[in-house]
């Protein structure tokens, strides 16, 4: 089943192929703070934004905060592509991460 996930009154929304919304009743709000998982289990941080793109009122990136110095050099923060997180419930649930650690770049 293809999905893409929107907003609709500032609520998470996912498309189904074949058209209709499907509400996982979850305000955008309601992200921030979440816990955001690797593949693999470890814990890579927070969610401390979730970008919208206006025009197409849809997420495309959560922005990660207090990210561990041995996943992220220096623990610099980072933004991570919509297309990379698999579920959120509880918890944000990534299904791809780039080798770490993440080289901190000037």
């Known amino acids: 089943m ?4 929107g907003f609709i009154e500032g609520r998470l929304t996912r498309s189904i192929k074949g058209g209709g919304f499907v509400s996982d ?10 816990d955001i998982y690797l593949p693999d ?12 793109d ?10 990660v905060a207090g990210c561990p ?6 623990g610099v923060h980072l933004t991570i592509p ?10 944000v649930i990534l299904r791809w991460f780039p080798k770490t650690p993440i080289p901190y770049e000037h």
């Open 2 to 5: 293809n999905s893409s996930v």
């Open 25 to 34: 009743d979850l305000g955008i709000s309601q992200l921030n703070g979440k």
């Open 41 to 52: 289990g470890r814990l890579l941080g927070i969610v401390g934004e979730t970008v919208v």
């Open 54 to 63: 206006g025009a197409q009122l849809c997420a495309t990136h959560l922005f």
């Open 69 to 74: 110095e041995e996943l992220v050099e220096r």
């Open 82 to 91: 919509w297309r990379w997180i698999r579920s959120i419930g509880d918890v």
